[in-house]
């Protein structure tokens, strides 16, 4: 259970109803029950139910079970495409070990906001039910040039781009012999970047253009496929 209180042994963590409400509602535990609590700082601890109520409770803290296991420095930016969709790639970056989700604003991209809390939230449960103990932070909507330089010549980028062929470097080797250090994986909106995108990004010396193969995929799909591409070549 993710929590937003800082733990340490003894300390008291209180409940909100909704917590309150699947604790002791949908999972039954009752007084003196022992869960995994984290709030993505100070790693798994194991808390016992101090007191269960329909609408509150509290938890106490009692030891430490697991250190705060950090991801690789692999940032995840996308253009967010439809509210379900958008949902999905948050939840499945995270189970994949991006360190942050950054929803970009390109040219063509669908939809010009986000609803920020409630992807947050959907990083939350997804970490809940990997057993992770970090949850990436989401940030607003960026603008793709901010973003940019926000990589600066620190961040290498992962750019994919569907219009290369098959006949490119293949991603594996790319990533390979560009090498480890911070990383952002980037993904276009369903109706692709500008060419004016595309020439900025494929200038940039710190920016790779990368083919995920000869399909065009859906831009949730390249998502997953870039992020496990990635950890496999370049994660722990
Ligand atoms: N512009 C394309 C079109 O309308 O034919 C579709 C864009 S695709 C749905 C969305 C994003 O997913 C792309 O901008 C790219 O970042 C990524 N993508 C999809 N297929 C890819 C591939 N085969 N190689 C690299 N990136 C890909």
């Not at 939840?91 to 989700?101: F, N, P, Q």
């Not at 609803?115 to 970490?127: G, K, S, Y």
């Not at 040039?145 to 790319?174: H, K, Y």
Request: contains cysteine; aromatic residues 6%.
């Amino acid at each position: 259970l993710f929590l937003e209180h800082p733990m340490a042994a003894g300390q008291t963590l209180p409940l909100a109803k909704e917590q309150a409400h699947y604790l002791f509602g949908v999972m039954r535990l009752a007084a003196g029950d022992r869960l995994p609590v984290f709030n993505g700082q100070d790693g798994e601890w194991i808390a016992e139910v101090a007191e269960a109520g329909k609408r509150g409770g509290s938890l106490t803290c009692l030891e430490q079970s697991a250190p705060l296991r950090l991801p690789p420095d692999l940032w995840l930016a996308f253009a967010p495409i439809k509210k379900e969709r958008t949902d999905f790639i948050t939840e499945k970056a995270t189970e994949l070990g991006a360190a942050r989700i950054i929803p970009v604003q390109t040219d063509f991209t669908n939809s010009a906001r986000v609803n920020r809390d409630r992807l947050q939230a959907h990083a939350v449960e997804a970490a809940e039910q990997c057993g992770g103990t970090f949850v990436p932070e989401v940030a607003g909507m960026t603008r793709l040039g901010e973003f940019l330089d926000a990589c600066g010549a620190q961040r290498q980028i992962m750019f994919c781009d569907e219009t290369l062929t098959g006949e490119t470097v293949p991603a594996r080797q790319v990533l390979a012999e560009a090498g480890r250090g911070p990383w952002a994986v980037l993904i276009g909106p369903e109706g692709g970047f500008s060419q004016e995108e595309r020439d900025k990004l494929h200038a940039l010396p710190f920016a790779h253009p990368v083919s995920l193969g000869p399909r065009i995929l859906r831009a949730d799909t390249a998502a997953v496929a870039a992020l496990t591409l990635w950890q496999d070549v370049l994660g722990d």
